[in-house]
């Protein structure tokens, strides 16, 4: 260390580049920053710079009701008041009080000069901002979606939001739109969803509930006028708790979207019981990523070995007290793309298990299993399964242990 800086530290710390401080302030949250920022005039001067305010989170939490930090509402008018032409990348994180959810729409509803490119609203724990009245909060985003003229991506699941505001987001937007993902906002319908896909032709990825998705909003994703879709993430989730029929989509749609976009991943995430799986899987199917996350029966993991032969990823985490044997060993002749497989609460024999893993062989690249799902036999005992498994993989493997915490 130099005498020069044993003697003045201070004045080395006032003096660092502008990059230097710029790069510190952008890991600290927003009150550090505003101490930060007092410790001398240079450091003012970088709490002040543009590019420090692009990418901004807002944490809206009620202090009874919540641990996580909240951002000051004297800070967030300042930033407002100087800063609001600069944010880029904003998102809300809010907790699961309605008054958190409110505040957002608040906020929203003041940022009049922005050109936000990514908008963000996040519930940390339950929907909340379905709590806040509907008006109110199709009012602050539309402030947003009619003032920002080039959002490129948007994240609102769980939110009110609805057919109309969804047509100002295509009436300004519909150049640079190119994510859009709102699962759960069950003031949309399928015209609505629709509406977007005909004029954003930009759009890449798309995460929506199962009751959005149409014939027509495939074939719409598959014009020659549309870019290639990259990823589509659809939710199988009952609406209605009484509700045990779903639509079918045809399979010339899917193949219209495969043969637009063949690198598309589509990716489902079902959360039925198992009288509701009847419409699923019945043709073939260009699904990349299946996830269960409630009990699915043997026959639907059947018919997933007949028609899904884009098939990627398999989660399973419950199934029954029925070995699958018949169905992975189908899963892994027909599905050669698949190199990731998770099972839980389901039973299938060690026979069976190994069989399946020498028939995928090295491509597996994740295999997650709970030691309780394997089922011992004449062949094979669960202590000596991990032997035959490695040796078919080409690396080491073992099943996975519930933890007895």
């Known amino acids: 260390m130099s005498m020069a800086y044993r003697q003045n530290p201070t004045e080395d710390w006032g003096n660092l580049p502008h990059h230097v401080v710029l790069q510190v302030f952008q890991h600290l949250s927003l009150v550090d920053r505003a101490w930060a920022s007092s410790v001398c005039r240079r450091w003012n001067e970088v709490f002040h710079i543009p590019d420090l305010w692009r990418r901004f989170e807002f944490e809206l939490n009620q202090p009874a009701t919540s641990y996580l930090k909240s951002t000051h509402p004297e800070l967030i008018q300042q930033i407002i008041k100087k800063h609001a032409q600069h944010l880029q990348y904003v998102s809300f994180k809010v907790d699961s009080c309605t008054e958190s959810a409110e505040a ?20 940390t724990a339950r929907p909340s901002f379905m709590n806040v009245a509907k008006s109110h909060f199709v009012s602050a985003l539309t402030v947003v979606f009619v003032n920002s003229k080039s959002l490129s991506s948007i994240k609102i699941d769980d939110t009110p939001v609805d057919d ?31 509406c977007v896909a005909d004029q954003c032709h930009g759009l890449r990825e798309l995460a929506l509930n199962y009751y959005l998705l149409s014939d027509e909003l495939l074939l719409a994703l598959s014009t020659e006028k549309h870019v290639l879709l990259e990823h589509l993430r659809i939710d199988v989730v009952s609406e209605n708790p009484e509700q045990t029929q779903f639509h079918s989509i045809k399979k010339s749609s899917w193949d219209a979207l495969v043969q637009h976009s063949p690198k598309v991943s589509i ?5 039925l019981c198992e009288e509701e799986f009847d419409p699923f899987f019945r043709e073939e199917t260009p699904v990349t990523h299946l996830y269960f996350g409630r009990a699915v029966s043997k026959e639907m993991l059947g018919r997933i070995g007949l028609n899904c032969p884009r098939l990627v990823e398999l989660v399973v985490c419950a199934n029954g007290l029925q070995p699958l044997d018949d169905e992975l060993i189908r899963i ?24 399946f893993v020498r028939r995928c062989g090295g491509r597996l690249s ?30 080491m493997w073992f099943p996975d242990m519930m933890p007895t915490w």
Not at 267 to 271: D, L
Not at 336 to 341: E, G, P, S
Not at 371 to 384: H, T
Request: proline share 4%; glycine share 6%.
């Open 164 to 194: 109309p505001s969804l047509k100002v987001l295509v009436a300004n937007n519909s150049d640079t739109l190119k994510l859009l993902k709102m699962s759960s906002c069950p003031h949309v319908s399928p015209a609505g969803i629709l």
């Open 267 to 271: 990716v489902m995430y079902f959360f």
């Open 104 to 123: 957002a729409c608040d906020i929203l509803s003041q940022l009049v000069n922005c050109t936000i490119k990514t908008l963000g609203l996040i519930s």
């Open 366 to 395: 994740q295999l997650s299993i709970m030691e309780e799902v394997l089922i011992p036999d004449s062949k094979y005992s669960v202590e000596q399964i991990h032997y035959e498994v490695s040796k078919h993989l080409g690396r």
């Open 332 to 355: 892994a002749d027909r599905c050669k793309n698949l190199t990731a497989i998770g099972l839980g609460e389901c039973e299938v024999t060690c026979s069976g298990f190994v069989e």
